[in-house]
């Protein structure tokens, strides 16, 4: 067995999604010829980029903008981290570097809401000389214009690649016990457990249980609760009924149907134990699919379905993290940053993002589009979970600046519950833990 199939790394990982859909693109549409790409021939625009399988499709056709538009671009991919460190301080500072921005939604939103780092961009969409005709909000998955919009309804980015959170499951185990893919909460809770058998070290589901990577876990359980961890009113509902409900549901899954020692789990160790054929359901990012059909990696090829977020009992929400790209506020070339924004989330970019299982585009036209599809090495029901999750979408993780605190906090009481302890204490402690966090963050 391959070492890559019992450890996965997120560069294993990454490599193995460039790899796909390497075959070409299809569905390439011409640039619209309303639009006056070479009205800013001769710019130079400085751009700052997250390292990750979005950025180096932006790269990998940088060439094809410049040749559109006649404008030189000066781009740079750092690490995430490093990334967020370094355009904080810039932007801070009101003198950044860089021309556009490319920024991790459910971490860096409100961080840059808060500080108006970013430029509004609506105007340039109402213009016909600047925009391509099929760009209209209309388009964009609905959490994708949540995150976009700043709090008065004003857009202030592209979204540009998302995470829908959906059920892997295993139709092999599934047939052998009877069961069908599970419409609710319930059904699927009864699933786990029936696909459940210590003896033969199979389990029915498994999900991170790792402190701060299993936060967006319980949120995803929420939502189907219909609750949130913040009100419209700002403060924390992460006691109410709802929130307690999801925890209770976790603390059941987690350990009653997962596998030992899952309390120290991310998506690595969560994806490498369904790899293996020994787990009915796994819960996580629509993301991770591309290894469960490569052959030197799975034992479930052609094996897996992907399914949709069962319904809770309030409502059927696809948990929703993405990234978004924008110019910023200080950017003496806005409109030209603008059209190499418009680039980046154009139908063809994102086609190439889906085709490489690089990522997905938050345009729905891009997801339905036929002939974009054919192109797509991932089975059609990959794609149709994507589609189906796009109109269910609700976002992971509350939009505020402390997000790591918040996933730090309660992870550790999620652990904690893995371990037996009180659902309803873990969630008050860890509620008195982050409220002055929280309380600190919205001052100034």
């Known amino acids: 067995m391959p070492t890559s199939f019992m450890n996965p790394t997120r560069r294993g990982f990454l490599a193995g999604t460039a790899a796909v859909g ?96 970013l430029a509004d961009i609506s105007g340039f969409m109402k213009d016909p000389s600047l925009t391509d005709p099929s760009l209209t909000e209309s388009d964009f998955a609905e959490a994708g214009l949540k995150f976009a919009k700043d709090s008065n309804g004003v857009m202030r980015s592209f979204p540009f690649s998302v995470d829908y959170w959906i059920i892997y499951w295993n139709k092999n185990l599934f047939e052998k016990k ?46 189907g609760y219909g609750a949130t961890p913040l009100g419209a009113d700002g403060k924390l509902q992460t006691t109410s009924q709802g929130a307690l409900d999801a925890a209770n549901l976790y603390q059941r899954l987690m350990t009653k149907s997962a596998p030992p020692g899952v309390s120290g789990f991310n ?29 030197e990696k799975s034992r479930v090829v052609g094996q897996v379905g ?70 797509v090495k991932m089975p059609s029901a990959w794609v149709d979970a994507v589609v189906g999750s796009g109109k269910v979408s609700q976002l992971a993780l509350p939009v505020i600046i402390p997000v790591t605190e918040f996933r730090d906090i309660y992870g550790v009481a999620l652990t904690n519950m893995i371990g037996g302890s009180d659902p309803a204490s873990e969630l008050k402690t860890a509620t008195a833990q982050f409220e002055p966090v929280l309380a600190r963050s919205e001052q100034g």
């Open 22 to 117: 390497a075959a070409g693109l299809l569905g390439v549409r011409p640039a619209s010829a309303a639009v006056d790409w070479k009205r800013f021939s001769g710019t130079t625009l400085e751009v700052n980029l997250i390292k990750s399988p979005r950025s180096e499709t932006i790269l990998k056709y940088l060439s094809e903008f410049e040749a559109l538009t006649g404008i030189k671009v000066n781009a740079e991919a750092t690490p995430e981290q490093q990334q967020r460190q370094k355009t904080t301080i810039e932007l801070s500072s009101g003198k950044p570097s860089f021309d556009v921005v490319h920024l991790s939604y459910h971490v860096q939103k409100r961080q840059f809401e808060k500080g108006g780092w």
């Open 178 to 223: 009877g069961l069908k893919y599970p419409e609710t909460f319930d059904d699927m809770v009864k699933a786990a457990e029936a696909l459940t058998d210590k003896s033969t070290n199979t389990y029915g589901f498994v999900a991170r249980g790792l402190k701060n990577a299993n936060t967006p876990v319980w949120t995803t359980f929420m939502l």
């Open 267 to 295: 998506w690595a160790e969560s994806q490498s134990a369904f790899l293996q054929g020994k787990i009915g359901m796994w819960l996580d990012g629509v993301g991770f699919a591309p290894p469960i059909e490569d052959p």
């Open 306 to 375: 992907y399914g949709i977020m069962p319904k809770g009992p309030n409502a059927q929400a696809a948990a929703t993290t993405g990234d978004g790209i924008g110019v910023t506020a200080a950017s003496q070339k806005k409109e030209a940053a603008y059209l190499f924004c418009q680039w980046v989330i154009s139908h063809d970019m994102g086609a190439r993002l889906l085709q490489a299982g690089a990522g997905v585009p938050f345009r729905q036209s891009v997801l339905e589009d036929q002939a974009v599809r054919k192109g």
